[in-house]
């Protein structure tokens, strides 16, 4: 069954594409009930560098151009930044075949602050401070 519009749930995902992440991307991104507002990519299971070109291949693999990638945060807020390469693979996500995307993002934390209208049409009840802090 497909929601229809007005049910359809506003989120804006915060990613580390690893394996995991990219599963969860691909998932999120074809659900009937969501409405991906943005993905923003930070690092974590790679560095920023990889998992924001990891955010783009992967939306432009779903096809979903629509949706505005945002490079975030460098890693944690409070601890230091421990990548897991063995994990997931120098990439983040090895195993799937790699391309430059066609599709760009916005790169600054400024750009961020460009779906503070977006967000206030779609959730209103959203108190905007908690989506800066």
């Given at each position: 069954m497909r929601?229809?519009?007005?049910s359809k749930r506003p989120?804006?995902?915060?990613?580390?594409?690893g394996q995991d992440d990219a599963l969860m991307l691909f998932l999120a991104?074809?659900?009937p009930e969501l409405d991906v507002l943005g993905v923003v990519a930070v690092?974590?299971?790679?560095s920023l560098a990889r998992t924001e070109i990891n955010c783009r291949i992967l939306v432009e693999m779903a096809g979903r151009k629509d949706v505005p990638v945002?490079?975030?945060c460098l890693g944690p807020m409070v601890e230091p930044l421990?990548?897991?390469e063995y994990v997931h693979g120098e990439t983040?996500?090895?195993?799937?075949?790699?391309?430059?995307p066609s599709y760009q993002s916005k790169i600054s934390t400024a750009s961020i602050l460009s779906l503070r209208p977006c967000v206030q049409l779609k959730m209103p009840a959203l108190k905007w401070w908690l989506l800066v802090r």
């Amino acid at each position: 069954m497909r929601a229809s519009i007005e049910s359809k749930r506003p989120v804006i995902i915060d990613c580390d594409p690893g394996q995991d992440d990219a599963l969860m991307l691909f998932l999120a991104l074809n659900a009937p009930e969501l409405d991906v507002l943005g993905v923003v990519a930070v690092g974590g299971n790679v560095s920023l560098a990889r998992t924001e070109i990891n955010c783009r291949i992967l939306v432009e693999m779903a096809g979903r151009k629509d949706v505005p990638v945002f490079a975030g945060c460098l890693g944690p807020m409070v601890e230091p930044l421990f990548t897991a390469e063995y994990v997931h693979g120098e990439t983040g996500i090895d195993g799937i075949e790699f391309f430059e995307p066609s599709y760009q993002s916005k790169i600054s934390t400024a750009s961020i602050l460009s779906l503070r209208p977006c967000v206030q049409l779609k959730m209103p009840a959203l108190k905007w401070w908690l989506l800066v802090r």
